[in-house]
């Protein structure tokens, strides 16, 4: 069973920066696709940026391209966030999801199969 934590959430100032990590443990996380999705108040869930397994490819939504980065360390169970020019509608539980059959596009929820538990970030104008 993989287990998911996020960890670096928190309260900024519009312009600010934010560094999210996401720890994993009980799986084979060097083979998974890794993902962050966010989720605000009375709306869906929507994708916010996915690395591959071997780190190599990066994807990323519209509205965080150019501000956010997604990074994984193998040897460490680790995926990171780092999250700049941080805007009020980036207001959001953030998630850290695992896809750990390979399979499915990047950027759709229904291709992960493990969550975390979420952390808040708040982004005051």
């Known amino acids: 069973q993989v287990q998911l934590v996020e960890s670096g959430g928190g309260w900024v100032q519009a312009g600010g920066s934010l560094r999210l990590s996401c720890a994993a443990s009980?799986?084979?996380?060097?083979?998974?696709?890794m993902g962050w999705f966010r989720q605000a108040p009375g709306k869906e869930r929507e994708f916010v940026a996915a690395?591959?397994?071997?780190?190599?490819?990066?994807y990323y939504a519209d509205s965080v391209k150019g501000r956010f980065t997604i990074s994984r360390d193998n040897a460490k169970n680790t995926v990171l966030l780092q999250m700049n020019s941080l805007k009020p509608e980036d207001t959001a539980v953030y998630y850290c999801?695992?896809?750990?059959?390979?399979?499915?596009?990047?950027?759709?929820?229904?291709?992960?199969?493990?969550w975390g538990q979420g952390t808040q970030v708040t982004v005051s104008s």
């Open positions: 999801a695992a896809n750990s059959r390979g399979l499915g596009p990047p950027l759709s929820r229904r291709s992960y199969d493990y």
């Open positions: 009980g799986g084979t996380f060097s083979s998974y696709a």
């Open positions: 690395i591959r397994w071997t780190g190599a490819y990066e």
